[in-house]
């Protein structure tokens, strides 16, 4: 089942590698334009569940890295779901400075609190998502907080460490 | 009862009826609420000290901070606090309401939340066991026989440079003062 | 005509009930308490509590907020004055038993009335559910009051606590449905377990008195032990045959251990279901004692 996606895959896109590290895991990496075409195509054959989109910071490489989760949720038992839990890890990778990105919400419409929570805790704007709002944090952030130049002491030494105690205030 | 529980009840009914009659409002704040279930249930009984879990702010007198206090929370503490009756009393609990705690250095989280809201006494440990909330309660109870919880006096007489600090700390707030600002440039 | 006993027996049957009634409520947490195999606050938990509630400033929205619960307690008060306690009576000759039956609407109404002030929906939830608790079960006490009525051939409560005397008790006579009748619906008229919707600390944070804080709280409370007094009371005296002082007392303890007994071990109904029960099974067998008592007399 595995491999009979696998060739699927390489036949239909170019630029893209396929790797099976194991028994129950197929990963996948495209370039950015590509992402949004393999996941109705993989929405199409049986894998009808985004289980997670995650980011990931390579400061050192100078981009961000974003990871799709698909898996099909109910094993369907066709040809290439097959009866163990597959799941398809889709990765991309685009550049640090000022990021864009599609949404992901026409295929799957549950990408919409993930992609929320990417853009206030990393900060990348996903065109056409409707409610780019913040999901978690309260405050406003010059960098965003999770990536890697962002330095937490400092933040609460500036911030949290200023506002005084109500006994030393004259 | 002794004589002179007696005559301490006939002094000033209403601190004794404090003391014995604490009921904390049941705001799971954060991890530390693991701890409170077993202290209010059958294993370590809370209710033969007279405190009770309140369903409702208007209705409790204590209020138990338990575990890390983040800038969300912070805004339903407030408004929390706020709301109930005067007299109140606040126990910090855990060690990341005293100065951060494990979150010391954490982008989202509030570290001393004696600068927001006034507190009365603190718990130390991470998380204390329920016998350690057993003892804060009798160190309560010592506190306001002497007259010295009066946390809820602070807040009302310095409320202008609490409010500074909860600016400070959450933006601009939505709900009006609880008590009349004084102008300092009249 | 007004004589100085009766001032008396008008200022004492309130005491009484409020003395009791406090007392209930002390050892209503006493028992639960044992029963889950804990010790318990002390019996006297209760008037601390109130002592407390007393000296905290609670906080008013209105002034129809605080005549609310004013009428509510007020109604609850005069009520008690209807009802025989031992051997006295303060109000005996002015109607008995029909004016129970309008008289015990006034506490859920009064609060209603402070309900719409207090802009809390929850508060609206627990009054409607206390509402149509009323609602469900007054259908079968009115046919137990029918039957009641027919069989002795009068509405005054004191003529039929004195024709149930030596042990003619109304529950050993062809009373026995009514009584039974009575039971099933005594926990929906006290507020107890299984019917404890209204005021339900866990689902709708204690219904109507999520914003009561300060005195209001504590008039709450007093009205809820006078209720628990009122209701138990009407069963001795309707059905055991309440007698002088003292055994009145002691039959009202036996009677309120077994309704927590029932309370400590029942899970709480949702309304439509204590609605289902209440208008079949209590209704059908004291309809059948009704009509039992047409024949037999």
């Known amino acids: 089942?595995?491999?009979?996606?696998?060739?699927?895959?390489?036949?239909?896109?170019?630029?893209?590698?396929?790797?099976?590290?194991?028994?129950?895991?197929?990963?996948?990496?495209?370039?950015?334009?590509?992402?949004?075409?393999?996941?109705?195509?993989?929405?199409?054959?049986?894998?009808?569940?985004?289980?997670?989109?995650?980011?990931?910071?390579?400061?050192?490489?100078?981009s961000l890295e974003l990871v799709y989760l698909v898996s099909a949720y109910l094993t369907g038992d066709n040809e290439y779901t097959g009866r163990e839990k597959i799941t398809v890890t889709l990765k991309t990778r685009i550049p640090r400075k000022e990021p864009e990105f599609p949404t992901a919400i026409p295929v799957f419409e549950n990408a919409e609190p993930y992609e929320r929570e990417i853009h206030e805790l990393f900060g990348i704007h996903f065109t056409g998502h409707p409610r780019l709002i913040p999901l978690f944090l309260e405050r406003e952030y010059e960098i965003p907080p999770f990536r890697k130049d962002f330095d937490t002491r400092e933040y609460v030494k500036e911030v949290f460490d200023k506002i005084p105690f109500v006994e030393n205030k004259e | 009862m002794d004589r002179n529980q007696i005559k301490k009840?006939?002094?000033?009914?209403?601190?004794?009826?404090?003391?014995?009659?604490?009921?904390?409002?049941?705001?799971?704040?954060?991890?530390?609420?693991?701890?409170?279930?077993?202290?209010?249930?059958?294993?370590?009984?809370?209710?033969?000290?007279?405190?009770?879990?309140?369903?409702?702010?208007?209705?409790?007198?204590?209020?138990?901070?338990?575990?890390?206090?983040?800038?969300?929370?912070?805004?339903?503490?407030?408004?929390?606090?706020?709301?109930?009756?005067?007299?109140?009393?606040?126990?910090?609990?855990?060690?990341?309401?005293?100065?951060?705690?494990?979150?010391?250095?954490?982008?989202?989280t509030i570290k001393h939340l004696d600068k927001y809201i006034p507190v009365d006494g603190w718990i130390a440990g991470c998380m204390p066991r329920p016998e350690a909330i057993f003892i804060a309660v009798t160190h309560l109870w010592t506190l306001i026989d002497k007259g010295m919880a009066k946390g809820y006096v602070k807040y009302r007489e310095q409320y202008g440079r609490y409010r500074e600090n909860q600016e400070m700390a959450l933006g601009r707030l939505e709900w009006p003062p609880l008590f009349p600002l004084k102008d300092e440039n009249d | 005509m007004v004589t100085a006993f009766g001032i008396l027996e008008i200022i004492a049957s309130p005491l009484v009930a409020l003395v009791v009634g406090i007392f209930f409520l002390g050892l209503f947490r006493k028992m639960m308490a044992r029963i889950h195999w804990r010790y318990g606050p002390p019996l006297y938990q209760p008037v601390i509590d109130l002592v407390r509630l007393f000296h905290q400033r609670g906080f008013s929205h209105g002034t129809l907020f605080d005549l609310g619960i004013v009428v509510s307690l007020a109604g609850t008060v005069i009520l008690v004055l209807f009802v025989p306690i031992g051997g006295m009576c303060a109000l005996e000759s002015s109607g008995g038993l029909l004016v129970i039956l309008y008289l015990m609407l006034f506490a859920p109404l009064g609060i209603a009335l402070s309900g719409g002030e207090g802009a809390n929906p929850n508060i609206s939830i627990g009054i409607s559910r206390k509402l149509i608790l009323a609602l469900s079960y007054e259908v079968p006490f009115i046919f137990i009051i029918l039957s009641l009525m027919s069989y002795y051939r009068t509405i005054s409560i004191v003529e039929i606590v004195n024709a149930q005397s030596n042990f003619h008790w109304a529950l050993f006579s062809p009373l026995v449905l009514s009584g039974l009748a009575y039971f099933m619906i005594l926990p929906a008229m006290l507020g107890l377990r299984p019917f404890d919707m209204a005021g339900a600390p866990q689902e709708i944070s204690s219904g109507t008195a999520v914003e009561y804080g300060g005195k209001y709280l504590a008039f709450s409370k007093i009205e809820h032990a006078l209720a628990l007094f009122i209701g138990i009371a009407l069963f001795v005296n309707l059905f055991l045959g309440g007698g002088n002082i003292l055994t009145f007392l002691l039959k009202m303890l036996v009677v309120f251990v077994a309704g927590v007994f029932v309370h400590a071990v029942f899970p709480r109904f949702r309304i439509e279901q204590a609605t289902k029960y209440l208008w079949f099974w209590p209704t059908m067998i004291s309809f059948v004692s009704l009509i039992l008592i047409q024949i037999v007399r």
Not at chain 1, 10 to 27: K, L, Q
Not at chain 2, 85 to 102: A, D, H, L, Q, R
């Open chain 1, 1 to 62: 089942m595995i491999n009979r996606l696998k060739q699927e895959l390489e036949s239909t896109f170019r630029e893209i590698s396929v790797a099976v590290p194991g028994e129950n895991g197929i990963t996948v990496v495209a370039s950015p334009v590509q992402i949004l075409t393999i996941l109705r195509f993989l929405k199409d054959r049986g894998y009808d569940h985004l289980a997670m989109i995650s980011c990931v910071d390579w400061i050192k490489e100078d």
């Open chain 2, 9 to 108: 009840w006939l002094k000033s009914p209403g601190k004794m009826a404090h003391k014995y009659s604490l009921w904390a409002i049941y705001f799971c704040t954060g991890c530390g609420i693991i701890e409170i279930p077993p202290v209010i249930t059958s294993r370590w009984d809370a209710e033969r000290f007279g405190v009770l879990p309140a369903p409702s702010p208007r209705q409790a007198n204590l209020f138990l901070i338990t575990g890390y206090v983040s800038v969300k929370t912070l805004k339903a503490i407030i408004k929390t606090y706020e709301q109930m009756p005067e007299p109140k009393y606040t126990v910090g609990f855990g060690s990341c309401p005293i100065n951060g705690g494990m979150y010391w250095d954490s982008y989202n």
